[in-house]
């Protein structure tokens, strides 16, 4: 009973390295999020996947990049890491037309030297 | 288009008094709303939530909350705090009609109990 996994759950970065998150979630959901979350700002939207093969926009999404890979799998690119996006970043799941809950990851904590 | 205000950063209480964590929501259309607590270095737990029905929801841990369409808030409570109750807690809104189903998350209350 995984729920959302996230890997790595930590990353040291230089700036300008490229990295990928990943996530993926057994829960069977057809929606897929990305969020970074920083002192004092909640969580901010980055991506996200309403279903498979779709990807849109969110709040903050320069700088990323994201891929539905397939229906349990949604990763989040940084091409060039900033000091910027250090953050903690989480993956989260839903079931799309339905008023159920997101599910969240525990995390992925970033920095960016 | 929605919105969540959190009122109170950081929220102190002694441990066996009330909990209060404020916020107020504004909505284009009825929305959903979620109280999700973070505990540290930990990702989000949903404790309750608010969808259609009865106004007052009851959630884990003894929290609930009380949706007031007038007063466009969804405060949550728990008649006495415990220290386990340590947390940082989010308070989210979406809108209820399907096809836009992104949740904004309010900036979170910290709250510490004081033993």
């Known amino acids: 009973n995984a729920g959302v996994t996230q890997t790595p759950k930590f990353q040291v970065l230089k700036t300008g390295q490229s990295m990928t998150l990943q996530c993926a979630q057994d829960m069977n959901h057809n929606s897929m999020y990305w969020y970074r979350q920083d002192p004092g700002m909640g969580l901010r939207l980055i991506y996200y996947?309403?279903?498979?093969?779709?990807?849109d926009k969110g709040e903050v999404p320069n700088g990323y990049n994201v891929s539905r890979l397939n229906k349990r799998e949604f990763s989040l690119r940084l091409e060039s890491a900033a000091p910027s996006q250090t953050s903690v970043y989480f993956c989260?799941?839903?079931?799309?037309?339905?008023?159920?809950?997101?599910?969240f990851g525990d995390g992925t904590r970033l920095s960016i030297l | 288009a929605q919105s969540v205000t959190q009122l109170g950063s950081h929220v102190s209480v002694s441990e066996g008094a009330l909990v209060l964590l404020r916020c107020n929501y504004s909505?284009?259309?009825?929305?959903?709303l979620f109280w999700y607590v973070q505990y540290p270095n930990q990702g989000l737990q949903l404790l309750l939530k608010?969808?259609?029905?009865?106004?007052l929801v009851k959630g884990i841990n003894g929290f609930e909350a009380e949706f007031k369409k007038s007063e466009t808030s969804f405060h949550l409570t728990k008649p006495s705090a415990h220290m386990s109750d340590a947390a940082e807690y989010f308070c989210?809104?979406?809108?209820?009609?399907?096809?836009?189903?992104?949740?904004?998350f309010g900036t979170g209350t910290r709250l510490t109990i004081i033993p």
């Open positions: 989210a809104v979406r809108l209820s009609n399907f096809g836009n189903e992104k949740l904004t």
């Open positions: 608010y969808t259609t029905g009865a106004t």
């Open positions: 989260a799941s839903h079931n799309r037309n339905s008023n159920q809950p997101q599910h």
């Open positions: 909505s284009s259309v009825p929305p959903y």
């Open positions: 996947s309403a279903s498979e093969g779709t990807t």
